[in-house]
C-alpha cells in the first residue's frame, strides 16, 4: 500500500493522461545522481576549509602571541612568529607588540623651592616576550596608559621634589638617573623592561626664567669688576716691581761709585805715601817731576837760591830754578807739586 501510494506520488504524466518516464533517477526532486554527489563534498570542503582556517593562526614579526583557551588565558606559553594550529572554536591567539616602543609624557610638579617645573620624558620600552601572557591577565593591551603613564608621572614628581629649581638644571644628569631608577623599579613588576629614558625638556615658570636672568647678569657682572680688581693688583704689583728694580739699580750704582771713589782714594793715598818716601830718601824725583811737567818752552825770567848772606846758587839748574830750603821744606814743595800734578 506505501509502494502503491509511493509510486503514484512520484509518478509524473501528460495533460493527456499519459505517464511520463523519472528523469531524477528515482529521487523526485529532479536531481541527477551526480549532481546529488556533488553537493554534500562541496559543503564538505567549505566546512573542512572553515575549520582549517580556524585551527591555523598567524603571529606576525616582532610580536607575541596568546593563547586563549574559551577566553582564559594559557600562561605556560607564549607563541612566537610564525604559524600555529589551535583548535578551532576553543582557541584563540591575540597579538601583542614585543619591539620596542616610544612613549612621551609631560608632567607638571614642584620643585624642592616650590617652583612650579613642567618636565617632559620620553621613555623607550619593550615588553619581556617570555611574560606576555601574565602581562595581558593582569593588564590587557592597554597596558601604557593603565602602568607606564602613572609610572612616569609618579617618579618624575617624586624626583623633581628632592632638588630646587636651580637643581634640576645643573644637575641634570643626576636628577635623569634617579627618575631612571624610580621608572625602572615600579614597571620590572610588571615584566616591562625599560631601555631608555630622556628628558627632553625643563620648563619654569616666567618669574622664576627672569629671576635667574636677573641672577646670572650680576653674576657675571661681579666677575667683571673682579677681573678689572685683578687686573689693576696685578698692574700696581708690576709698577711697584719695576720701582724696587729701579731703586736697588740705583743703590747698586751708588756703591759702585763708592767703591771707586773709596779704591781711588787709597791709590791716591798710596802714592802720596810713595812720593813722601822718595823725596825724603832724595831730590832726584823732584827734579824728574820738573822736567815731566816742562811744556817745552824756555822761561822769560830765572831766578837765584842766594840767601841774603850772599851764598853760592845751590842747585840752579838752566831756566828752572827753584829755591832749595830746609828739608821739610823741600818736602812740602815735592808734596805740593805732586797734588798739582795728579789734579
Not at 21 to 43: H, R, T
Not at 156 to 183: C, F, G, H, P, W
Not at 306 to 322: L, Q, R
Amino acid at each position: 500500500m506505501v509502494d502503491f501510494f509511493k509510486s503514484k506520488r512520484n509518478r509524473r504524466i501528460t495533460p493527456d493522461g499519459e505517464p511520463l518516464e523519472d528523469v531524477g533517477g528515482g529521487g523526485g526532486f529532479g536531481f541527477s545522481s551526480p549532481l546529488k554527489i556533488a553537493i554534500p563534498a562541496i559543503i564538505a570542503i567549505i566546512i573542512i576549509f572553515v575549520v582549517l582556517t580556524s585551527s591555523l593562526k598567524i603571529v606576525e614579526a616582532g610580536n607575541r602571541g596568546v593563547l586563549l583557551k574559551f577566553g582564559a588565558v594559557d600562561t605556560s606559553v607564549s607563541l612566537s612568529e610564525g604559524l600555529h594550529f589551535v583548535l578551532p572554536f576553543r582557541d584563540s591567539i591575540v597579538p601583542m607588540e614585543v619591539r620596542t616602543q616610544k612613549i612621551v609624557e609631560s608632567t607638571t610638579s614642584a620643585s624642592k623651592d616650590l617652583q612650579n617645573v613642567a618636565t617632559e620624558v620620553a621613555l623607550n620600552y619593550r615588553i619581556n616576550p617570555d611574560t606576555v601572557p601574565i602581562l595581558y591577565k593582569e593588564i590587557g593591551l592597554d597596558y601604557s596608559n593603565r602602568v607606564i603613564v602613572p609610572t612616569i608621572q609618579e617618579s618624575v614628581k617624586q624626583v623633581t621634589a628632592r632638588y630646587n629649581a636651580e637643581e634640576l638644571i645643573t644637575k641634570r644628569d643626576q636628577v635623569k638617573s634617579e627618575i631612571e631608577e624610580q621608572i625602572e623599579a615600579r614597571l620590572t613588576p610588571y615584566n616591562i623592561i625599560m631601555d631608555t629614558i630622556s628628558i627632553t625638556d625643563f620648563q619654569f615658570s616666567d618669574q622664576f626664567v627672569q629671576a635667574v636672568e636677573a641672577k646670572v647678569q650680576a653674576e657675571q657682572r661681579a666677575l667683571q669688576a673682579q677681573n678689572e680688581l685683578r687686573r689693576i693688583q696685578i698692574e700696581a704689583q708690576q709698577t711697584e716691581a719695576r720701582a724696587l728694580g729701579e731703586q736697588k739699580a740705583n743703590i747698586a750704582n751708588a756703591e759702585g761709585l763708592r767703591q771707586a771713589n773709596i779704591l781711588k782714594a787709597q791709590g791716591e793715598s798710596e802714592a802720596i805715601k810713595i812720593i813722601d818716601v822718595q823725596l825724603q830718601n832724595s831730590s832726584t824725583y823732584l827734579d824728574w817731576l820738573k822736567t815731566q811737567r816742562w811744556d817745552g818752552k824756555l822761561p822769560l825770567v830765572t831766578g837765584s837760591s842766594g840767601g841774603a848772606g850772599g851764598g853760592s846758587d845751590v842747585g840752579a839748574i838752566p831756566f828752572i830754578e827753584i829755591p832749595l830750603g830746609s828739608a821739610a821744606e823741600s818736602t812740602q814743595l815735592a808734596h805740593n807739586s805732586t797734588l798739582n800734578s795728579t789734579q
